[in-house]
Nanobody
Framework: QVQLVESGGGLVLPGGSLRLSCAAS????????MGWYRQAPGKERELVAT???????TYADSMKGRFTISRDSAKKTVTLQMNSLKPEDTAVYYC??????????????WGQGTLVTVSS
């Protein structure tokens, strides 16, 4: 079993910043990719950013230059620094991780989600 726990969501003014964190735990041998996705009301879940075990980061176009993803492989954590937030960034943000368990099975896990609201 692999668990992901997010933290750091909340209410922020337009133009403000917020930092999301996610910690993985459980029977994890290795994590290949960690990332963040989001789902706004009435919309499908979409990619925000991912980062590989080699620290190669990928961003959705609308997040480039505003969001920064980073990870601590030793601590099994991933962080999303969000700057210059816009009302359209309002969504539930989900952490995702893919890797191998200690029994050498592939896993794909999701966190429970954390709400980010950008509003004045």
């Amino acid at each position: 079993q692999v668990q992901l726990v997010e933290s750091g969501g909340g209410l922020v003014l337009p133009g403000g910043s917020l930092r999301l964190s996610c910690a993985a735990s459980g029977s994890i041998l290795s994590i290949n990719v960690m990332g963040w996705y989001r789902q706004a009301p009435g919309k499908e879940r979409e990619l925000v950013a991912t980062i590989t075990s080699s620290d190669i980061a990928t961003y959705a176009d609308s997040m480039k230059g505003r969001f920064t993803i980073s990870r601590d492989s030793a601590k099994k954590t991933v962080t999303l620094q969000m700057n210059s937030l816009k009302p359209e960034d309002t969504a539930v943000y989900y952490c995702n991780a893919e890797g191998l368990t200690t029994t050498f099975r592939r896993f794909g896990a999701w966190g429970q989600g954390t709400l980010v609201t950008v509003s004045s």
